[in-house]
Protein backbone atom coordinates (compact mmCIF):
# COMPACT_ATOMS: atom_id res chain seq x y z
CA UNK A 1 0.00 0.00 0.00
CA UNK A 2 2.85 2.15 1.00
CA UNK A 3 4.34 1.47 -2.49
CA UNK A 4 1.75 2.42 -4.04
CA UNK A 5 1.45 5.72 -2.13
CA UNK A 6 5.31 6.14 -3.46
CA UNK A 7 4.49 5.53 -6.95
CA UNK A 8 1.63 7.66 -7.27
CA UNK A 9 3.74 10.48 -5.15
CA UNK A 10 5.14 12.35 -8.44
CA UNK A 11 1.29 13.01 -9.68
CA UNK A 12 0.66 14.74 -6.25
CA UNK A 13 2.56 17.95 -7.28
CA UNK A 14 -0.20 19.17 -9.08
CA UNK A 15 -2.67 18.65 -6.44
CA UNK A 16 -3.99 22.13 -4.43
CA UNK A 17 -6.28 20.69 -1.72
CA UNK A 18 -5.61 17.08 0.42
CA UNK A 19 -9.69 16.94 -0.21
CA UNK A 20 -8.98 15.75 -3.77
CA UNK A 21 -6.76 13.33 -2.91
CA UNK A 22 -9.20 11.54 -0.52
CA UNK A 23 -11.81 11.95 -2.75
CA UNK A 24 -9.60 9.14 -5.11
CA UNK A 25 -7.72 7.42 -2.15
CA UNK A 26 -10.46 6.84 -0.02
CA UNK A 27 -9.13 3.22 1.79
CA UNK A 28 -6.21 4.96 3.23
CA UNK A 29 -5.73 7.06 6.46
CA UNK A 30 -5.88 10.51 6.91
CA UNK A 31 -2.42 10.88 8.49
CA UNK A 32 -1.05 8.85 5.94
CA UNK A 33 -2.30 10.57 3.02
CA UNK A 34 -1.64 14.48 4.72
CA UNK A 35 1.98 12.87 5.58
CA UNK A 36 2.49 11.87 2.07
CA UNK A 37 0.78 15.62 0.35
CA UNK A 38 3.06 17.63 2.70
CA UNK A 39 6.09 15.37 1.36
CA UNK A 40 4.89 16.33 -2.28
CA UNK A 41 4.81 19.78 -1.65
CA UNK A 42 8.13 19.73 0.12
CA UNK A 43 9.48 18.26 -3.27
CA UNK A 44 7.67 20.66 -5.18
CA UNK A 45 9.17 24.00 -3.75
CA UNK A 46 12.34 22.54 -3.59
CA UNK A 47 12.34 21.93 -7.39
CA UNK A 48 10.86 25.39 -7.94
CA UNK A 49 13.51 26.97 -5.67
CA UNK A 50 15.94 25.08 -7.83
CA UNK A 51 14.19 26.46 -11.26
CA UNK A 52 14.82 29.61 -9.72
CA UNK A 53 18.74 29.45 -8.79
CA UNK A 54 19.28 28.17 -12.22
CA UNK A 55 17.52 30.93 -13.95
CA UNK A 56 19.54 33.95 -11.59
CA UNK A 57 22.41 31.64 -12.49
CA UNK A 58 21.83 32.37 -16.29
CA UNK A 59 21.25 36.09 -15.85
CA UNK A 60 24.43 36.86 -14.07
CA UNK A 61 26.80 34.22 -15.73
CA UNK A 62 29.54 36.34 -17.35
CA UNK A 63 32.44 34.64 -20.06
CA UNK A 64 36.17 35.87 -19.66
CA UNK A 65 38.30 35.39 -23.25
CA UNK A 66 41.73 35.85 -23.09
CA UNK A 67 44.03 36.04 -25.93
CA UNK A 68 47.03 38.12 -27.33
CA UNK A 69 46.91 40.52 -29.60
CA UNK A 70 48.09 39.78 -32.66
CA UNK A 71 49.94 42.43 -35.32
CA UNK A 72 51.78 42.18 -38.63
CA UNK A 73 54.98 42.06 -37.34
CA UNK A 74 54.05 38.87 -34.85
CA UNK A 75 52.32 36.63 -37.81
CA UNK A 76 55.23 37.51 -40.28
CA UNK A 77 57.03 36.28 -37.08
CA UNK A 78 55.72 33.61 -35.65
CA UNK A 79 52.44 32.20 -38.29
CA UNK A 80 54.93 32.48 -41.32
CA UNK A 81 58.21 31.81 -39.77
CA UNK A 82 60.38 29.16 -41.39
CA UNK A 83 63.56 27.14 -40.33
CA UNK A 84 65.86 28.30 -43.46
CA UNK A 85 69.42 27.01 -43.31
CA UNK A 86 71.81 29.62 -44.28
CA UNK A 87 73.56 29.06 -47.99
CA UNK A 88 76.16 30.39 -49.72
CA UNK A 89 75.91 31.99 -52.97
CA UNK A 90 77.27 29.11 -55.11
CA UNK A 91 74.51 27.08 -53.34
CA UNK A 92 72.00 29.11 -54.00
CA UNK A 93 72.61 29.16 -57.79
CA UNK A 94 72.96 25.60 -58.16
CA UNK A 95 69.43 25.06 -56.18
CA UNK A 96 67.79 27.65 -58.92
CA UNK A 97 69.69 26.00 -62.06
CA UNK A 98 68.53 22.54 -60.38
CA UNK A 99 65.62 20.83 -62.85
CA UNK A 100 64.10 17.92 -62.07
CA UNK A 101 62.00 16.15 -64.94
CA UNK A 102 59.13 17.34 -63.19
CA UNK A 103 59.42 20.84 -62.53
CA UNK A 104 60.57 20.52 -66.08
CA UNK A 105 57.66 19.23 -67.07
CA UNK A 106 55.31 21.70 -64.92
CA UNK A 107 57.08 24.44 -66.23
CA UNK A 108 56.62 23.60 -69.93
CA UNK A 109 52.74 23.06 -69.08
CA UNK A 110 52.80 26.70 -67.58
CA UNK A 111 54.64 27.88 -71.05
CA UNK A 112 52.64 26.14 -73.21
CA UNK A 113 48.87 25.10 -71.72
CA UNK A 114 47.93 23.67 -74.64
CA UNK A 115 49.91 20.55 -74.13
CA UNK A 116 47.28 20.37 -70.93
CA UNK A 117 44.35 21.00 -72.44
CA UNK A 118 44.58 19.73 -75.62
CA UNK A 119 44.94 15.92 -75.17
CA UNK A 120 41.88 15.61 -72.92
CA UNK A 121 39.80 17.63 -75.39
CA UNK A 122 36.66 16.03 -75.38
CA UNK A 123 35.93 16.19 -79.41
CA UNK A 124 32.42 15.33 -79.31
CA UNK A 125 31.15 17.43 -76.61
CA UNK A 126 33.18 20.38 -77.33
CA UNK A 127 33.95 20.57 -81.38
CA UNK A 128 30.49 21.22 -82.43
CA UNK A 129 30.13 24.29 -80.49
CA UNK A 130 34.02 25.39 -81.22
CA UNK A 131 33.19 25.10 -84.86
CA UNK A 132 30.23 27.44 -84.77
CA UNK A 133 31.85 29.76 -82.86
CA UNK A 134 34.74 30.31 -84.20
CA UNK A 135 32.98 30.90 -87.91
CA UNK A 136 31.14 33.26 -85.86
CA UNK A 137 33.77 35.16 -84.60
CA UNK A 138 35.95 35.29 -87.44
CA UNK A 139 32.69 36.72 -89.54
CA UNK A 140 33.08 39.87 -87.00
CA UNK A 141 37.11 39.20 -86.89
CA UNK A 142 37.02 39.86 -91.15
CA UNK A 143 35.41 44.20 -90.73
CA UNK A 144 36.57 44.67 -87.46
CA UNK A 145 40.03 44.07 -88.37
CA UNK A 146 39.88 46.64 -91.48
CA UNK A 147 38.08 49.13 -90.13
CA UNK A 148 40.60 49.15 -86.90
CA UNK A 149 43.13 49.63 -89.23
CA UNK A 150 41.99 53.23 -89.45
CA UNK A 151 41.81 54.04 -86.08
CA UNK A 152 46.15 52.97 -86.19
CA UNK A 153 46.43 55.06 -89.59
CA UNK A 154 47.79 52.10 -91.52
CA UNK A 155 45.69 50.64 -94.64
CA UNK A 156 43.50 47.85 -94.26
CA UNK A 157 44.74 45.02 -94.84
CA UNK A 158 47.18 45.09 -91.77
CA UNK A 159 44.12 44.97 -89.77
CA UNK A 160 43.54 41.21 -91.42
CA UNK A 161 47.73 40.48 -90.25
CA UNK A 162 46.78 41.68 -86.86
CA UNK A 163 43.92 39.39 -86.88
CA UNK A 164 45.62 36.39 -87.95
CA UNK A 165 49.01 36.06 -86.22
CA UNK A 166 48.20 36.88 -82.86
CA UNK A 167 44.82 35.01 -82.94
CA UNK A 168 46.47 32.37 -83.90
CA UNK A 169 49.29 32.28 -81.37
CA UNK A 170 47.11 32.98 -78.69
CA UNK A 171 45.64 29.08 -79.12
CA UNK A 172 49.03 27.77 -78.02
CA UNK A 173 50.16 29.96 -75.24
CA UNK A 174 46.88 31.96 -73.84
CA UNK A 175 45.03 30.27 -70.49
CA UNK A 176 41.20 31.98 -71.27
CA UNK A 177 38.75 29.94 -73.36
CA UNK A 178 36.62 32.34 -74.20
CA UNK A 179 38.35 35.78 -75.06
CA UNK A 180 39.13 36.76 -78.74
CA UNK A 181 42.23 38.46 -79.19
CA UNK A 182 42.93 40.30 -81.93
CA UNK A 183 42.33 44.19 -83.16
CA UNK A 184 40.67 46.65 -80.74
CA UNK A 185 38.80 50.29 -80.97
CA UNK A 186 40.93 51.84 -78.01
CA UNK A 187 44.28 50.04 -78.47
CA UNK A 188 44.00 50.56 -82.63
CA UNK A 189 43.24 54.86 -81.58
CA UNK A 190 46.18 54.63 -79.23
CA UNK A 191 48.53 53.65 -82.08
CA UNK A 192 46.86 55.62 -84.44
CA UNK A 193 47.80 58.34 -82.27
CA UNK A 194 51.41 57.46 -82.00
CA UNK A 195 51.67 57.09 -85.69
CA UNK A 196 50.32 60.36 -86.49
CA UNK A 197 52.67 62.05 -84.28
CA UNK A 198 55.75 60.58 -85.64
CA UNK A 199 55.01 60.72 -89.31
CA UNK A 200 52.64 63.81 -89.23
CA UNK A 201 51.30 65.07 -92.73
CA UNK A 202 53.31 67.98 -93.20
CA UNK A 203 56.58 66.22 -93.33
CA UNK A 204 55.19 63.27 -95.99
CA UNK A 205 54.15 66.17 -97.49
CA UNK A 206 57.06 68.02 -98.64
CA UNK A 207 58.23 67.36 -102.03
CA UNK A 208 55.07 65.98 -103.51
CA UNK A 209 52.88 69.35 -104.28
CA UNK A 210 51.82 68.40 -107.48
CA UNK A 211 48.04 67.68 -108.24
CA UNK A 212 48.90 64.51 -110.17
CA UNK A 213 47.44 61.75 -109.45
CA UNK A 214 50.83 59.32 -109.48
CA UNK A 215 52.34 61.67 -107.48
CA UNK A 216 49.44 61.92 -104.84
CA UNK A 217 49.88 57.57 -104.96
CA UNK A 218 53.15 58.10 -103.81
CA UNK A 219 53.01 60.99 -101.11
CA UNK A 220 50.07 58.06 -99.58
CA UNK A 221 52.68 55.02 -99.90
CA UNK A 222 55.66 57.19 -98.19
CA UNK A 223 53.06 58.38 -95.59
CA UNK A 224 51.96 54.88 -95.03
CA UNK A 225 54.74 53.10 -95.45
CA UNK A 226 56.52 55.12 -92.56
CA UNK A 227 53.54 54.66 -89.94
CA UNK A 228 53.56 50.88 -90.94
CA UNK A 229 56.91 51.12 -89.41
CA UNK A 230 55.59 53.18 -86.60
CA UNK A 231 52.96 50.74 -85.85
CA UNK A 232 54.76 47.43 -86.04
CA UNK A 233 57.87 48.57 -84.12
CA UNK A 234 54.71 50.01 -81.26
CA UNK A 235 53.83 46.35 -81.42
CA UNK A 236 57.46 44.94 -80.94
CA UNK A 237 58.05 46.82 -78.14
CA UNK A 238 55.20 46.87 -76.02
CA UNK A 239 55.56 42.49 -76.58
CA UNK A 240 58.76 42.21 -75.53
CA UNK A 241 57.42 44.88 -72.25
CA UNK A 242 54.78 42.58 -71.63
CA UNK A 243 57.08 39.65 -72.28
CA UNK A 244 59.61 40.58 -69.52
CA UNK A 245 57.10 41.89 -67.21
CA UNK A 246 55.07 38.12 -67.32
CA UNK A 247 58.62 36.28 -66.91
CA UNK A 248 59.11 38.65 -63.83
CA UNK A 249 55.89 37.79 -62.44
CA UNK A 250 54.43 40.90 -62.31
CA UNK A 251 50.95 39.89 -63.25
CA UNK A 252 49.58 41.21 -60.20
CA UNK A 253 49.81 44.82 -61.60
CA UNK A 254 46.00 44.82 -62.88
CA UNK A 255 44.73 44.69 -59.35
CA UNK A 256 45.99 48.19 -59.31
CA UNK A 257 44.02 49.17 -62.36
CA UNK A 258 40.77 49.83 -60.67
CA UNK A 259 37.51 49.60 -62.85
CA UNK A 260 36.37 53.35 -62.75
CA UNK A 261 39.78 53.97 -64.22
CA UNK A 262 39.52 51.53 -67.04
CA UNK A 263 35.75 52.53 -67.74
CA UNK A 264 36.62 55.80 -67.54
CA UNK A 265 39.85 55.54 -69.83
CA UNK A 266 37.64 53.68 -72.15
CA UNK A 267 34.66 56.05 -72.59
CA UNK A 268 37.40 58.49 -73.19
CA UNK A 269 39.22 57.15 -75.92
CA UNK A 270 35.41 55.96 -77.66
CA UNK A 271 35.32 59.99 -77.57
CA UNK A 272 38.61 60.22 -79.31
CA UNK A 273 37.64 57.75 -81.85
CA UNK A 274 33.78 58.43 -82.73
CA UNK A 275 35.64 62.34 -83.44
CA UNK A 276 38.43 60.60 -85.92
CA UNK A 277 36.30 58.76 -87.74
CA UNK A 278 33.55 61.67 -88.98
CA UNK A 279 36.03 62.43 -91.51
CA UNK A 280 35.45 58.89 -93.08
CA UNK A 281 31.48 59.28 -92.37
CA UNK A 282 31.20 62.59 -94.56
CA UNK A 283 33.87 62.10 -96.76
CA UNK A 284 36.35 64.93 -96.26
CA UNK A 285 39.68 65.10 -95.97
CA UNK A 286 41.23 66.57 -93.00
CA UNK A 287 44.78 66.24 -91.03
CA UNK A 288 44.68 63.73 -88.31
CA UNK A 289 45.18 65.16 -84.78
CA UNK A 290 47.27 63.62 -81.78
CA UNK A 291 47.84 64.85 -78.53
CA UNK A 292 46.07 67.35 -75.56
CA UNK A 293 42.54 68.76 -77.45
CA UNK A 294 43.38 66.66 -79.94
CA UNK A 295 39.76 66.17 -80.24
CA UNK A 296 38.48 69.76 -80.18
CA UNK A 297 41.08 70.11 -82.83
CA UNK A 298 39.33 67.26 -85.00
CA UNK A 299 35.92 68.46 -84.87
CA UNK A 300 37.06 72.51 -85.80
CA UNK A 301 39.00 70.55 -88.73
CA UNK A 302 35.39 68.71 -89.80
CA UNK A 303 33.14 71.97 -88.98
CA UNK A 304 35.89 74.32 -91.39
CA UNK A 305 35.29 71.97 -94.36
CA UNK A 306 31.21 70.73 -93.58
CA UNK A 307 30.94 72.12 -96.94
CA UNK A 308 33.00 70.09 -98.79
CA UNK A 309 31.02 66.84 -97.46
CA UNK A 310 30.38 63.53 -100.29
CA UNK A 311 26.59 63.17 -99.77
CA UNK A 312 26.61 59.41 -101.17
CA UNK A 313 29.56 59.24 -99.11
CA UNK A 314 27.25 60.11 -96.22
CA UNK A 315 24.17 58.13 -97.12
CA UNK A 316 26.42 55.04 -97.72
CA UNK A 317 27.18 55.56 -94.34
CA UNK A 318 24.05 56.27 -92.30
CA UNK A 319 22.45 53.96 -94.04
CA UNK A 320 25.00 51.10 -92.83
CA UNK A 321 24.66 52.75 -88.98
CA UNK A 322 20.79 52.24 -89.30
CA UNK A 323 21.23 48.82 -90.44
CA UNK A 324 24.04 48.04 -87.76
CA UNK A 325 21.74 49.69 -85.12
CA UNK A 326 19.02 47.33 -86.18
CA UNK A 327 21.09 44.01 -86.04
CA UNK A 328 22.61 45.14 -82.87
CA UNK A 329 19.23 45.86 -81.20
CA UNK A 330 17.43 42.03 -83.25
CA UNK A 331 20.66 40.42 -81.69
CA UNK A 332 19.98 42.03 -77.63
CA UNK A 333 16.00 40.98 -78.02
CA UNK A 334 16.11 38.03 -79.48
CA UNK A 335 19.14 36.14 -78.26
CA UNK A 336 17.79 33.38 -76.41
CA UNK A 337 15.67 32.35 -79.59
CA UNK A 338 18.36 33.32 -82.04
CA UNK A 339 21.01 29.88 -82.49
CA UNK A 340 23.75 32.12 -83.64
CA UNK A 341 23.79 36.22 -83.26
CA UNK A 342 22.61 38.10 -87.27
CA UNK A 343 26.56 38.64 -88.30
CA UNK A 344 24.99 42.57 -89.35
CA UNK A 345 29.21 43.73 -90.04
CA UNK A 346 29.65 41.22 -92.62
CA UNK A 347 26.32 41.17 -94.35
CA UNK A 348 26.97 45.12 -94.44
CA UNK A 349 30.97 44.75 -95.80
CA UNK A 350 29.29 42.44 -98.45
CA UNK A 351 26.22 44.72 -98.87
CA UNK A 352 28.55 47.83 -99.35
CA UNK A 353 31.00 46.34 -101.70
CA UNK A 354 28.46 45.54 -104.12
CA UNK A 355 26.53 48.42 -104.19
CA UNK A 356 30.57 49.85 -104.23
CA UNK A 357 31.27 47.98 -107.33
CA UNK A 358 27.70 48.18 -108.73
CA UNK A 359 27.31 51.72 -109.09
CA UNK A 360 31.80 52.69 -109.45
CA UNK A 361 30.90 55.10 -106.15
CA UNK A 362 35.05 55.54 -106.52
CA UNK A 363 35.09 56.74 -110.05
CA UNK A 364 31.40 58.20 -109.85
CA UNK A 365 30.79 59.76 -106.92
CA UNK A 366 34.45 60.03 -105.56
CA UNK A 367 33.52 57.92 -102.38
CA UNK A 368 36.83 56.86 -100.80
CA UNK A 369 37.15 52.75 -100.81
CA UNK A 370 39.88 50.49 -99.16
CA UNK A 371 42.13 49.57 -102.46
CA UNK A 372 44.63 47.55 -102.87
CA UNK A 373 44.38 44.68 -100.42
CA UNK A 374 47.59 42.52 -101.78
CA UNK A 375 46.99 38.69 -102.15
CA UNK A 376 48.77 36.51 -100.37
CA UNK A 377 51.10 36.59 -96.78
CA UNK A 378 54.40 39.12 -96.44
CA UNK A 379 58.05 38.25 -95.74
CA UNK A 380 58.85 38.35 -92.44
CA UNK A 381 60.48 41.87 -91.82
CA UNK A 382 63.23 43.13 -88.63
CA UNK A 383 60.83 46.09 -86.94
CA UNK A 384 62.67 49.75 -87.09
CA UNK A 385 64.41 49.24 -83.78
CA UNK A 386 65.93 52.93 -84.24
CA UNK A 387 61.87 54.40 -83.31
CA UNK A 388 62.41 52.72 -79.97
CA UNK A 389 63.35 55.87 -78.13
CA UNK A 390 60.94 57.78 -79.36
CA UNK A 391 57.68 55.40 -78.81
CA UNK A 392 58.80 53.89 -75.50
CA UNK A 393 56.52 55.31 -73.43
CA UNK A 394 53.92 54.84 -75.53
CA UNK A 395 54.31 51.47 -75.66
CA UNK A 396 53.83 50.82 -72.08
CA UNK A 397 50.94 52.31 -72.00
CA UNK A 398 49.71 49.97 -74.80
CA UNK A 399 51.06 47.27 -72.96
CA UNK A 400 49.67 48.15 -69.55
CA UNK A 401 46.17 48.93 -71.29
CA UNK A 402 45.81 45.99 -73.46
CA UNK A 403 46.96 43.53 -70.50
CA UNK A 404 44.51 44.88 -68.42
CA UNK A 405 41.53 44.74 -70.73
CA UNK A 406 42.46 41.10 -71.45
CA UNK A 407 42.83 39.83 -68.01
CA UNK A 408 39.83 41.78 -67.27
CA UNK A 409 37.80 40.21 -69.47
CA UNK A 410 39.62 36.54 -69.00
CA UNK A 411 38.37 36.71 -65.10
CA UNK A 412 35.17 37.27 -66.02
CA UNK A 413 34.41 33.99 -68.14
CA UNK A 414 36.65 32.42 -65.53
CA UNK A 415 34.33 32.83 -62.81
CA UNK A 416 31.59 32.23 -64.86
CA UNK A 417 32.46 29.17 -66.51
CA UNK A 418 34.40 27.64 -63.11
CA UNK A 419 38.30 27.41 -64.29
CA UNK A 420 41.40 29.81 -63.46
CA UNK A 421 43.51 31.90 -65.38
CA UNK A 422 47.04 32.59 -64.92
CA UNK A 423 47.33 36.34 -65.04
CA UNK A 424 51.74 35.97 -65.54
CA UNK A 425 51.28 33.40 -68.81
CA UNK A 426 48.61 35.99 -70.13
CA UNK A 427 50.84 38.48 -70.11
CA UNK A 428 53.81 36.13 -71.49
CA UNK A 429 50.95 34.99 -74.06
CA UNK A 430 50.03 39.06 -75.02
CA UNK A 431 53.43 39.18 -75.28
CA UNK A 432 54.50 36.45 -77.47
CA UNK A 433 51.34 37.41 -80.19
CA UNK A 434 52.57 41.39 -80.20
CA UNK A 435 56.42 40.69 -80.57
CA UNK A 436 56.08 37.71 -82.85
CA UNK A 437 53.16 39.82 -84.78
CA UNK A 438 55.36 42.62 -85.54
CA UNK A 439 57.63 40.51 -87.60
CA UNK A 440 54.91 39.99 -89.72
CA UNK A 441 53.71 43.80 -89.75
CA UNK A 442 50.62 43.26 -87.51
CA UNK A 443 50.35 46.27 -85.14
CA UNK A 444 49.49 45.79 -81.08
CA UNK A 445 46.62 43.99 -80.14
CA UNK A 446 44.42 43.16 -77.49
CA UNK A 447 40.89 41.36 -75.89
CA UNK A 448 38.38 42.48 -78.25
CA UNK A 449 34.73 43.19 -75.76
CA UNK A 450 32.08 42.42 -78.60
CA UNK A 451 33.90 39.41 -80.12
CA UNK A 452 34.53 37.98 -76.77
CA UNK A 453 31.04 37.83 -76.09
CA UNK A 454 30.20 36.25 -79.63
CA UNK A 455 32.56 33.50 -79.24
CA UNK A 456 31.34 32.91 -75.34
CA UNK A 457 27.43 32.94 -76.08
CA UNK A 458 27.89 31.37 -79.81
CA UNK A 459 29.14 27.68 -77.75
CA UNK A 460 32.67 28.45 -77.59
CA UNK A 461 33.90 26.00 -75.06
CA UNK A 462 38.32 26.39 -76.07
CA UNK A 463 40.72 28.39 -77.63
CA UNK A 464 40.01 25.97 -80.71
CA UNK A 465 37.30 28.70 -81.67
CA UNK A 466 39.45 31.46 -81.72
CA UNK A 467 41.97 29.26 -83.71
CA UNK A 468 39.11 28.52 -86.52
CA UNK A 469 38.51 32.74 -86.80
CA UNK A 470 41.72 33.27 -87.76
CA UNK A 471 41.89 30.63 -90.24
CA UNK A 472 39.03 32.38 -91.86
CA UNK A 473 40.79 35.63 -91.74
CA UNK A 474 43.72 33.74 -93.38
CA UNK A 475 41.22 32.65 -96.33
CA UNK A 476 40.65 36.14 -96.32
CA UNK A 477 44.23 37.02 -96.95
CA UNK A 478 45.44 34.23 -99.01
CA UNK A 479 42.11 33.81 -101.73
CA UNK A 480 39.39 36.04 -101.54
CA UNK A 481 41.01 39.52 -100.22
CA UNK A 482 40.87 41.53 -103.13
CA UNK A 483 37.13 41.04 -103.54
CA UNK A 484 36.89 44.08 -101.34
CA UNK A 485 38.89 46.41 -102.79
CA UNK A 486 35.76 48.52 -103.45
CA UNK A 487 34.54 48.43 -100.04
CA UNK A 488 33.82 52.41 -98.96
CA UNK A 489 35.82 53.60 -96.22
CA UNK A 490 32.56 55.13 -94.92
CA UNK A 491 31.12 51.65 -93.82
CA UNK A 492 33.94 50.87 -91.83
CA UNK A 493 34.11 54.09 -90.15
CA UNK A 494 30.05 52.86 -89.41
CA UNK A 495 31.26 50.07 -87.56
CA UNK A 496 33.82 51.57 -85.45
CA UNK A 497 31.07 54.06 -84.41
CA UNK A 498 28.30 51.42 -83.71
CA UNK A 499 31.08 49.39 -81.90
CA UNK A 500 30.99 52.19 -79.79
CA UNK A 501 27.77 52.22 -78.95
CA UNK A 502 28.29 50.20 -75.43
CA UNK A 503 31.48 52.66 -74.31
CA UNK A 504 29.15 55.90 -74.93
CA UNK A 505 26.71 54.04 -72.09
CA UNK A 506 29.23 54.22 -69.63
CA UNK A 507 28.43 58.18 -69.37
CA UNK A 508 25.82 56.65 -66.69
CA UNK A 509 28.81 55.67 -64.56
CA UNK A 510 29.18 59.38 -63.55
CA UNK A 511 25.82 59.99 -62.05
CA UNK A 512 26.49 56.93 -60.21
CA UNK A 513 29.91 57.37 -58.78
CA UNK A 514 28.61 60.79 -57.81
CA UNK A 515 26.10 59.30 -55.52
CA UNK A 516 28.58 56.78 -53.92
CA UNK A 517 32.27 58.06 -54.01
CA UNK A 518 33.97 61.21 -55.25
CA UNK A 519 37.28 59.74 -55.14
CA UNK A 520 36.38 56.91 -57.92
CA UNK A 521 34.55 59.65 -59.97
CA UNK A 522 37.69 61.26 -59.85
CA UNK A 523 39.75 58.71 -61.16
CA UNK A 524 37.13 58.56 -64.22
CA UNK A 525 37.47 61.99 -65.34
CA UNK A 526 41.54 61.34 -65.35
CA UNK A 527 42.06 60.20 -68.55
CA UNK A 528 39.83 62.93 -70.12
CA UNK A 529 43.03 65.55 -69.28
CA UNK A 530 43.96 64.57 -72.79
CA UNK A 531 41.15 65.24 -74.41
Known amino acids: MSFRLLSELKLWKDVKEPSDVFQEYKGFS????????????SIRSSMEHAQEHEACLEQTQMYCVERPIYNQELLQGQLHRRERTPQTLRQKIVHSCRC????????????????????????????????ISGISTGVMQLPQGLAYALLAAVPPVFGLYSSFYPVFLYTFFGTSKHISIGTFAVISMMVGGVAVRQVPDEIISVGYNSTNSTDSFEYYHARDTKRVQVAVTL?????????????????????????????????AAAVHVFTSQLKYLLGIKTNRYSGPLSVVYSIAAVLSKITTTNIAALIVGLTCIVLLLIGKEINLRFKKKLPVPIPMEIIVVIIGTGVSAGMNLSESYR?????????????????????????????????IVGFSMAVSMAKIFALKHGYTIDGNQELIALGIC????????SFPITCSMSRSLVQ???????????????????LVIVAIGYLFEPLPQTVLAAIVMVNLKGMFKQFGDVVHF?????IELASIQNPWSDS
Not at 103 to 120: E, T
Not at 434 to 441: A, H, T
Open 514 to 518: WRTSK
Open 434 to 441: NSVGSFFQ
Open 100 to 131: SSKKAKSHLYSFLPILKWLPRYPVKEYLLGDI
Open 30 to 41: VETVELFFLGSC
Open 235 to 267: AFLSGIIQLCLGLLRFGFVAIYLTEPLVRGFTT
Open 367 to 399: VDVVGNIPQGLRAPAVPEIQLIPAIFVDAIAIA
Open 456 to 474: ESTGGKTQIAGALSSIMVL
